[in-house]
Each structure stands twice: as structure tokens, then as C-alpha cells.
């Protein structure tokens, strides 16, 4: 019988294994993402730790912070200086959010000619910052006591023994309960009629706040009654048209009554002789 001649390996060459290539490059990256991924750790660690250390850093100021120094921005001259002597107590002591909103009050009560006003505390530098700004008066009227009072363009109501007034601010005559706000049509009166000082150059306003009406004096006498203190805006504008119109044509004009302004009529009365 014929034996089949099979090829065997001999032991020399089973010993002997292939030699394997690497490539440089893969262990290059592989080494860099390592680098990677340890820096990684490293520095969400470090975050990690200078949050929470800031955080408690914060804490312990707001819970513990004393007021170094104190500064006071938006108004100038004495009363500057006023506030700045209201909030000098604090200085060198620990100042606390109650206290700030102690602080606000005050100067808010002592002060009302002045608007928002705000306390804050300077987290790291230790300063105790007291800001505020001068209301600015639209318009101005006299009390039975012959007390002054001011109304800004927040139609807030106000005392104000300095006013320091750069321009002339109209008088207003009222009758009636003062509130603390008039209503935001009388501003828009108010404003309105100041755009249109040259045909609107009134001598006063009177506003009865009972019954809600309002009447323009105009300095040669004629008396413009709006009537429901409503639309206060679009009849000063045709008021000022009508008299136009009526100068030209009349001697002297008396009165115009917008009474039954909502029907579209507004009555003119000129003067006797």
C-alpha cells in the first residue's frame, strides 16, 4: 500500500513565531489619549474643588460681611453727603441683608425726591454702595398749607425742599384729596401740553381729583375745561388747533368747554364787551 506523504513541520520551526509589525504611530495616540484623559480627570477635579471652595468662600462672606468703606453714586453735593451720613453707622460693622433693606427704607422715607434707590454690598472689596437719582418734576402745585409738591414723570406724588429746577415747572392747582399718584392721563396733559408751549402756553392747570376733571388758565385769560379728565391728550392738540383758528377770527376767546368732546362737539364762548 502507498503511503500518503504529508508535510510536517518540524519541532525547529514550531518554536519559531511570527513576528508580529506594530505601528509607532497607533502607540503614539494611544499614549496622547491617556495624556488626555488624565489631564481631564485632573482638571474637572480642580473645578470641582475651586467651585465648592468658592462657594463656601461666598457663604461665609455674605453670612459674615462687614461693610469696609462706604460710597453713595447718582447724586452729588449735600445730599450726597447726607446719605453718605446715614449709612456711616454700618461702617466697620457687620452688615447683613436685613440691614440693607433697613438702610434702603430710610433713605427712601427721608428722601422722597429720590428714586431707585438701592443698597448693595461689595462681596470681596468690602464696600457699602448706597445709589440713587433725582426725580425730575413735571409739574408742581401748592398745598392748603402752602406746602409745595412735585409730580414726576411716574406720576408719583413728592416733597423736594431743594429741587435745584433747571427749566420752569408748570403750576398745577388742585382741589380734592391728595393722593400718592395721579393718574397717568394728567402726565400724559402734562407732557402734551409742554410740546406744544407755543400755542398751549398756559398759566396753570386745575384739576379737581374729586370729581376727576381738569381746566387749563391760559395767561390771557381764557379757560380751556377738558372736562372727565380722559383723552386729556388729543384735546390739548385740538385745543391748540381751535384757538389758532380762533385768534385769527375772534377778538378774545372767553372759554372752550369739551364737555361733549365724545360726541365730537367742543364749544367755543368769546368774550363779551
Given amino acids: 500500500m502507498r503511503k500518503n506523504d504529508f508535510y510536517r513541520p518540524s519541532s525547529s520551526s514550531l518554536g519559531r513565531k511570527k513576528r508580529v509589525v506594530r505601528r509607532k504611530g497607533s502607540s503614539f495616540f494611544f499614549k496622547l489619549f491617556?495624556?488626555?484623559?488624565?489631564?481631564?480627570?485632573?482638571?474637572?477635579?480642580?473645578?470641582?474643588?475651586?467651585?465648592?471652595?468658592?462657594?463656601?468662600?461666598?457663604?461665609?462672606?455674605?453670612?459674615?460681611?462687614?461693610?469696609?468703606?462706604?460710597?453713595?453714586s447718582g447724586v452729588e453735593g449735600l445730599l450726597n453727603k447726607e446719605i453718605a451720613a446715614l449709612a456711616k453707622p454700618y461702617e466697620g460693622k457687620a452688615f447683613s441683608v436685613k440691614d440693607a433693606a433697613a438702610l434702603r427704607a430710610a433713605v427712601v422715607k427721608r428722601y422722597p425726591m429720590l428714586k431707585d434707590v438701592s443698597?448693595?454690598?461689595?462681596?470681596?472689596?468690602?464696600?457699602?454702595?448706597?445709589?440713587?437719582r433725582h426725580r425730575e418734576p413735571i409739574a408742581k402745585f401748592v398745598l392748603p398749607d402752602e406746602t409745595v409738591r412735585y409730580i414726576d414723570g411716574d406720576s408719583t406724588i413728592y416733597s423736594d425742599p431743594n429741587p435745584n429746577l433747571l427749566s420752569p415747572v408748570p403750576f398745577v392747582e388742585l382741589s380734592g384729596p391728595v393722593p400718592e399718584k395721579l393718574g397717568p392721563e394728567f402726565i400724559d396733559l402734562v407732557q402734551s401740553t409742554l410740546k406744544?408751549?407755543?400755542e398751549l402756553d398756559f398759566a396753570f392747570l386745575q384739576m379737581n381729583l374729586k370729581e376727576n376733571t381738569v381746566k387749563m388758565h391760559m395767561p390771557d385769560g381764557c379757560v380751556i375745561d377738558f372736562g372727565p379728565a380722559v383723552h386729556l391728550k388729543q384735546k390739548a392738540s385740538l385745543a391748540a388747533q381751535i384757538l389758532a383758528y380762533a385768534h385769527d377770527r375772534y377778538d378774545q376767546v372767553e372759554k372752550l368747554d369739551f364737555h361733549f368732546f365724545e360726541y365730537g362737539k367742543v364749544f367755543l364762548t368769546q368774550k363779551s364787551h
Avoid at 119 to 132: E, F, M, N, P, W
Fill in 34 to 72: 491617556l495624556v488626555v484623559v488624565v489631564l481631564g480627570v485632573v482638571g474637572c477635579g480642580g473645578w470641582l474643588a475651586l467651585s465648592k471652595g468658592y462657594r463656601l468662600l461666598v457663604h461665609s462672606k455674605l453670612t459674615d460681611w462687614h461693610a469696609k468703606t462706604v460710597e453713595v
Fill in 119 to 132: 443698597v448693595s454690598r461689595g462681596l470681596l472689596s468690602g464696600t457699602l454702595t448706597v445709589s440713587a
Fill in 196 to 198: 406744544l408751549n407755543k
